[in-house]
Nanobody, 124 residues
Framework: QVQLVESGGGLVQAGGSLRLSCAVS????????VGWFRQAPGKEREFVAA????????FYSDSVKGRFTISTDYAKNTVYLQMDSLKPEDTAVYYC?????????????????WGQGTQVTVSS
């Protein structure tokens, strides 16, 4: 069983930065995938970024590529999402998620473990 707890959300102006954290507990191995999803009001949850637990493999959605960076810290059992050059359309609840393998599709139904979410609001 894997438990995930997000933090770091908040209100920021367009062009600004935020770093989200996801504290991970339970049994997790280097080939596990950890990812970030987001859900804006009235929209479906969408994939943002993922990496394997070692952090050596990463994958991003086209909408955030070049602006967001996912990383892991073994010592702190934490996954980060550094978000730069934020836009109003990045406003959403951001969720951390995990699954027991790397590769394949990154749909929300492929991830069995979820955090509770953290709100990110980008003002124009």
């Amino acid at each position: 069983q894997v438990q995930l707890v997000e933090s770091g959300g908040g209100l920021v102006q367009a062009g600004g930065s935020l770093r989200l954290s996801c504290a991970v507990s339970g049994h997790i191995f280097s080939n596990y995938a950890v990812g970030w999803f987001r859900q804006a009001p009235g929209k479906e949850r969408e994939f943002v970024a993922a990496c394997n637990w070692s952090g050596r493999r990463t994958f991003y959605s086209d909408s955030v590529k070049g602006r967001f960076t996912i990383s892991t810290d073994y010592a702190k059992n934490t996954v980060y999402l550094q978000m730069d050059s934020l836009k109003p359309e990045d406003t959403a609840v951001y969720y951390c998620a995990a699954r027991t393998y790397w590769g394949g599709d990154f749909g929300e139904y492929d991830f069995p473990y979820w955090g509770q979410g953290t709100q990110v609001t980008v003002s124009s």
